[in-house]
């Protein structure tokens, strides 16, 4: 597994949740690589090796009627919930300019005080907000979270299961199992 394989399936919950909401059949074209690739930053070549080991470890499958990747949600929360954090850990670093995450982003904001003086910020030149730097899941973790809400909520609740202490980390992950 590779980050970005966390990534890509997420974007995929971020999509069947977008098309279940709306009630309506979905745009298969972004399912497929080019599709993928201009909703995540991760390019054509890597979606379709993500997709492959995806499908070999029971993380996705294909959907029987459209046959667009779909990911198995619940082995997808128990890997993020219960493995993630040890697999892609991440220290907080630096002071810098970024994009919200963890308690701070959009979806956790009020439901969570910070007993520290600086929140988690992906580091952005063109970022809001001063915190402490974490590195994203993936590369272009930020410029898919710019792309789409949910994918953003998504990613921060991940976050938040990987940085944050146990308390964090059961809201976040009470959460997660919501939207997935």
Not at 140 to 168: F, H, T
Request: aromatic share 6%; proline share 5%.
């Amino acid at each position: 597994m590779k980050s970005h394989d966390i990534g890509l399936l997420l974007k995929l919950v971020a999509l069947q949740n977008r098309v279940s909401q709306k009630a309506e059949q979905g745009d298969d074209s972004l399912y497929t690589a080019r599709g993928l690739e201009q909703e995540t930053g991760i390019s054509k070549t890597q979606i379709n090796l993500s997709l492959n080991r995806c499908y070999d470890v029971g993380l996705a499958k294909k959907d029987r009627k459209s046959g667009v990747p779909v990911a198995n949600r619940r082995a997808l929360s128990d890997f993020i919930i219960h493995g993630l954090k040890y697999v892609f850990p991440v220290k907080p670093g630096e002071i810098t300019r970024g994009i919200p995450t963890t308690f701070a982003a959009p979806i956790l904001e009020d439901k969570l005080i910070s007993a520290g003086d600086f929140i988690m910020v992906w580091p952005d030149a063109n970022g809001d907000s001063k915190g402490q730097a974490i590195e994203p899941l993936f590369k272009s973790a930020v410029y898919a979270s710019k792309r789409d809400p949910e994918m953003y909520a998504l990613l921060a609740l991940v976050d938040a299961i990987r940085v944050g202490q146990p308390r964090e980390a059961n809201l976040a992950a009470e959460m997660l199992e919501q939207r997935l």
